[in-house]
């Protein structure tokens, strides 16, 4: 009797906390397409390389994955005591954040830290700060106020929130973090140090924390990619009940013929030969050298046959 056919759902659930849905691994050690160069994202991951925090420069096919989080922040000095105030409506509201960083990895971790201003649309640009490093030890963690994001944003390390904006004057913007690879004492294999940061924000007698996750930086795919990366994704696929799944290959397998769609022929190659290797990369252990291939890994969360 001819066997009854079912469909195989597979989902990918987001998981961002070591790699992705979808997941780049490795560096490309070939030219850019010239064409495509302008949609690559700023060159931030350069800073984590360079060591010196302000460096702009260009992207290199072999820049790392940026672990990227913007905290919002608000700030505002309120008419201090003791002093007199002349106006229709006294600043009397107190808006204070504050972003704490909490390095809980095993080993020290160097990070990069900005402030930028939030304007208008139609007010004139405002400068972003500078990048300023931070290194902390394992178990450590450090707060950045309202004091030191005035520092970030004006470039003093003496300048104080009212003393550069003076009373009543809200300011608001994101302090952003950046982790790169790290390199850990006595080892050459270069680690992803994932640390934890939140928001505490205080309105007058007003307190509300927020947990700020990360958001990865793509850089080795400068040519459109029939999938998003670090996003979920979802195939239903025609299978034989008869007979056992292997899910993982499943996939893989419909992803192959998805890349299979790419016009350009050594883009084909190269995305074909990263779901290659990402198919023989153990999605729970995502250390690779830096000599490795690069790599696109899949992480399943649900594989479900369906009627």
């Given at each position: 009797?001819k066997?009854?056919?079912l469909?195989?759902a597979?989902?990918l659930?987001?998981?961002l906390?070591?790699l992705g849905?979808?997941v780049v691994?490795?560096g490309?050690?070939?030219?850019r397409?010239?064409d495509a160069?302008?949609?690559?994202p ?16 260009s ?5 790392p ?5 913007a905290?919002?922040?608000?700030c505002?000095e309120?008419?201090q ?6 106006g229709?409506?006294?600043p009397?509201v107190?808006?204070q ?7 809980s990895?095993p080993?020290t971790?160097t ?5 930028v ?6 007010a004139?640009?405002?400068r972003?700060?500078?990048w300023?490093s931070?290194?902390l030890?394992?178990?450590?963690a ?5 004091d030191d994001i005035a520092?970030?944003?004006?470039g003093s390390?003496?300048a104080t929130f009212?003393g550069?904006y003076?009373i009543?004057?809200?300011?608001e ?5 950046l982790v790169g690879p790290?390199?850990?004492?006595g080892?050459n294999?270069a680690r992803f140090?994932?640390v934890?940061?939140t928001?505490e924000?205080?309105?007058?007698s007003?307190v509300l924390?927020?947990?700020i ?7 080795w795919w400068?040519?459109p990619?029939p999938?998003?990366l ?6 239903i696929?025609?299978?034989?009940p008869?007979t ?6 499943v996939?893989?397998?419909a992803l ?9 022929t050594?883009q084909r190659?190269?995305?074909l030969a ?9 999605p729970?252990?995502p250390t690779?050298?830096?000599?490795d ?8 969360g ?5 009627d």
């Amino acid at each position: 009797m001819k066997a009854r056919w079912l469909r195989l759902a597979l989902a990918l659930a987001i998981v961002l906390v070591a790699l992705g849905a979808l997941v780049v691994l490795g560096g490309i050690a070939l030219a850019r397409n010239p064409d495509a160069v302008s949609n690559a994202p700023p060159a931030a991951a350069a800073v984590v390389d360079a060591g010196a925090p302000d460096a702009q420069a260009s992207t290199a096919e072999s820049d790392p994955l940026v672990l990227s989080y913007a905290a919002k922040f608000v700030c505002q000095e309120p008419l201090q005591p003791g002093q007199f105030y002349y106006g229709t409506a006294a600043p009397l509201v107190e808006e204070q954040t504050g972003v704490l960083v909490h390095n809980s990895q095993p080993y020290t971790v160097t990070l990069y830290k900005k402030a930028v201003r939030a304007r208008l649309e139609t007010a004139p640009e405002i400068r972003p700060g500078a990048w300023v490093s931070v290194t902390l030890k394992p178990d450590h963690a450090i707060r950045i106020d309202c004091d030191d994001i005035a520092k970030l944003l004006t470039g003093s390390p003496a300048a104080t929130f009212i003393g550069t904006y003076g009373i009543g004057v809200e300011v608001e913007g994101f302090v952003v973090i950046l982790v790169g690879p790290q390199t850990v004492a006595g080892s050459n294999v270069a680690r992803f140090g994932p640390v934890d940061v939140t928001a505490e924000y205080v309105r007058a007698s007003e307190v509300l924390k927020k947990d700020i996750s990360y958001q990865p930086w793509w850089w080795w795919w400068w040519w459109p990619l029939p999938w998003r990366l670090g996003y979920a994704y979802q195939r239903i696929l025609t299978i034989d009940p008869a007979t056992n799944i292997d899910c993982r290959g499943v996939l893989y397998n419909a992803l192959l013929q998805d890349a299979q769609a790419i016009a350009d022929t050594q883009q084909r190659t190269l995305t074909l030969a990263a779901l290659n290797a990402g198919q023989n990369t153990d999605p729970t252990k995502p250390t690779r050298g830096g000599q490795d291939s690069p790599a696109l890994v899949a992480l399943i969360g649900r594989c479900d046959k369906i009627d």
